[in-house]
């Protein structure tokens, strides 16, 4: 009876060894937590490959694109001869997705542009959003003739042309893609696209019922200043800790004034008001270039253009604000590149200064090494940088949108009063400081 057992457990021990060999083999690798590393657009199986998702690029009107560039053009005197440019500005990741889109060769990029919409997993709309805020308060240059630029019926208009496509009304636009970089762009229609992967660089103005880490993905601004292309090391960097930038501002901003108080007569501490011009940011970029630390305050809203600034110059970002999300966290350790300080421990007096003295050489110097690691990350004009990340972030919200979709076509009706569990809260954070 034993051998009668035996001799069948020995014929299948070579199938099962075999079969642990190929499982083993075709097996996809964890990803790898180095922020350095590329995420690959084809993932190999035993015969599936991961395709990149589709995208069509809405075809918009002129006025919502490069019509709004002319106008702000022609609001600063511009001749109509002259050549269309997009203006420079901390929230002008809406021109440099719109141009990537637009790019003839788009090898390597995580989203696959379509032509055909009836193909398209996502639809992209190209509205600048951010530009048209900054133009609606300008009047028409003096001796020009035009009707005056209105963002809020810019806003509208996009409404009703979004409203007349089959493809928003198939899924109520939880498909579409739109930039809000500006906290104030799209204020007055954002109930309307709130379904949307919404591309913002924080949830300052949005309530939770329009915005959530799961729907929504955060942008970094566009940095100011040059980036630092030198070495690590502290021997350059003379000053402890360096800010430029508007002392007083409003809601969660009013505690750079507190921090101006306590940190202005500290000997190592460079503290200075100064708004946005040329000769600001050449100084700022002085400044952040030979700092060891950049202050980042909150500004009228959590996050500020300074933190990028501060990332591509090497200089370790001291974040005080207490409700700040920020951009790439599923593959970015912020604890490693910068200090997190929350509002109450900050203005303490003596104590912030004195924090930051009592950090080693060698703590700095591995600080600015994770910086270097991932400051590609905030380089738009970067083949390999914030772009292709924005899109990879956009790709992995193709599974929840279809799973949205697929549910809402069941549903009858909701009960309103029950909590809805489908995102993070972003209104219950803070920050921890490190000690």
């Known amino acids: 009876m034993r051998r009668s057992l035996l001799k069948p457990l020995l014929l299948s021990l070579p199938l099962s060894l075999l079969a642990f060999y190929l499982f083993s083999s075709f097996s996809v690798p964890n990803p790898s937590p180095n922020p350095n590393h590329k995420i690959p657009l084809h993932l190999s199986t035993t015969s599936t490959r991961f395709q990149a998702p589709k995208i069509y690029l809405y075809d918009l009107p002129r006025k919502f694109t490069y019509g709004a560039i002319q106008s702000y053009a022609a609001a600063r005197g511009a001749k109509e001869s002259d050549p269309l440019k997009y203006p420079g500005h901390q929230h002008s990741a809406e021109w440099f997705l719109f141009e ?7 090898a390597g990029s995580p989203l696959q542009r379509v032509l055909d919409p009836e193909e398209a997993d996502l639809f992209y ?30 806003q509208e208009d996009l409404i009703k042309w979004l409203e007349g496509t089959k493809y928003w009304k198939r899924n109520n636009g939880r498909d579409h893609v739109i930039i809000a970089q500006d906290p104030n762009a ?89 708004a946005q011009s040329r000769v600001s940011r050449r100084m700022a970029s002085q ?28 200089c370790v970002p001291v974040i005080v604000s207490d ?39 060698e703590a700095i110097l591995q600080y600015q090494k994770e910086l270097k690691l991932v400051k590609r990350y905030f380089e738009y004009d970067d083949p390999n940088g914030t772009v292709n990340e924005i899109w990879r972030q956009v790709s992995q919200k193709v599974p929840l949108i279809k799973l949205m979709i697929n549910r809402e076509k069941r549903l009858v009706r909701r009960r309103l009063n029950d909590p809805d569990c489908s995102c993070i809260c972003t209104g219950q954070n803070g920050t921890n400081t490190r000690l």
């Open 287 to 314: 400044g952040m270039h030979s700092s060891k630390f950049c202050l980042h305050p909150a500004g009228d809203t959590p996050s500020a253009c300074r933190l990028f600034d501060a990332i591509v110059s090497l």
């Open 125 to 154: 709309v190209p509205f600048f959003s951010s530009l048209s805020l900054v133009v609606n308060p300008i009047r028409p240059a003096e001796g020009t003739k035009g009707p005056v630029y209105s963002d809020e019926g810019m």
């Open 323 to 361: 409700y700040i999300e920020l951009p790439f966290e599923d593959i970015i350790d912020y604890k490693k590149i910068a200090v997190f300080v929350d509002t109450d421990t900050a203005v303490k007096t003596g104590y912030l200064a004195s924090y930051l003295r009592g950090i080693s050489e």
């Open 100 to 106: 990537d889109l637009n790019r003839v060769e788009r």
């Open 186 to 274: 799209l204020f007055k229609v954002i109930d309307k696209v709130r379904n949307g992967i919404l591309l913002v660089s924080d949830f300052g103005r949005l309530k939770g019922d329009q915005a959530s880490l799961v729907k929504d993905i955060i942008l970094p601004y566009s940095h100011r200043i040059n980036s630092y292309n030198g070495e690590i090391g502290v021997g350059n960097r003379k000053s402890l800790l360096f800010f430029m930038g508007n002392r007083y501002r409003k809601e969660g901003g009013k505690i750079r004034d507190t921090l101006f108080q306590i940190l202005e007569h500290e000997n190592d501490v460079i503290i200075k008001h100064g």
